[in-house]
């Protein structure tokens, strides 16, 4: 079961931002989550995590990957103890731009496990996330990758077979729908749709104030969830 609540917000400025822009984005973050009393995950560098953790009270630290070690041997490679240790909350997994093998991706979803960190884990298609429920992780990102950054949402019906096929494999597992959200509008209908989740990096980045958009997507996934009831 995860240990995040439903519905949450992911702000995700991948690379584009690091640290003084990544902290101040972040502080945007913490504040709408705590004015909203929504749960709000945000991603950094493996470099700003301790920054940010200290910095901030409301949201979850989310790094953008690790790899399956154990402390020892692994040079180069990212230890999860250390991330943990550092002030991560949970991780992100197998995304587009940094896809795992099926066995160092089942790794570290039983690692994180291991050192209570969440596992967001990224699937391409309805199929993949199907086969990543099995894994048990926490999250399911269900993506087409064709979509990430075009401002293009995956249609209704695309979203709710997702989140359906999702929840017959591994009903404990959330579902987050998230590539191409760019507008309030978007976090609101997919939230109605049924996702537990969704979030962005373009839209938020290119809006006319980061910040804004935040706190826009943060209300309107509170709103959704009321209206769902």
């Not at 822009?21 to 995590?49: H, M, N, Q």
């Not at 109605?192 to 969704?198: F, I, V």
Request: hydrophobic share 40%.
């Amino acid at each position: 079961m995860s240990k995040i609540d439903s519905p949450f917000l992911v702000v995700n400025p991948k690379s584009y931002l690091y640290g003084k822009e990544s902290l101040a984005l972040a502080k945007a973050a913490d504040e709408a989550a705590r004015d909203t009393g929504l749960t709000v995950i945000f991603t950094c560098p493996y470099a700003d995590v301790r920054m940010i953790r200290e910095n901030t009270e409301n949201i979850i630290v989310c790094v953008q990957s690790m790899d399956p070690l154990s402390p020892g041997r692994g040079m180069g490679h990212v230890l999860p103890d250390s991330l943990k240790e550092a002030g991560a909350d949970a991780v992100f997994l197998n995304h587009a731009e940094n896809p795992k093998t099926l066995s160092d991706l089942y790794a570290c979803i039983r690692r994180a496990a291991e050192l209570e960190m969440t596992s967001i884990v990224c699937a391409d298609s309805i199929t993949e996330a199907r086969a990543v429920a099995c894994m048990n992780p926490d999250v399911v990102l269900a993506e087409p990758t064709d979509l990430i950054g075009t401002g293009q949402v995956a249609d209704d019906a695309y979203t709710i077979e997702a989140i359906h096929q999702v929840r017959r494999v591994n009903p404990d597992v959330l579902v987050v729908v998230a590539s191409g959200v760019s507008t309030a509008e978007d976090c609101y209908n997919m939230i109605r749709l049924g996702a537990d989740g969704t979030g962005g990096t373009s839209g938020i980045l290119n809006a006319p104030s980061p910040a804004g958009r935040i706190r826009e997507m943060a209300e309107a996934i509170v709103r959704a969830k009321k209206d769902s009831v």
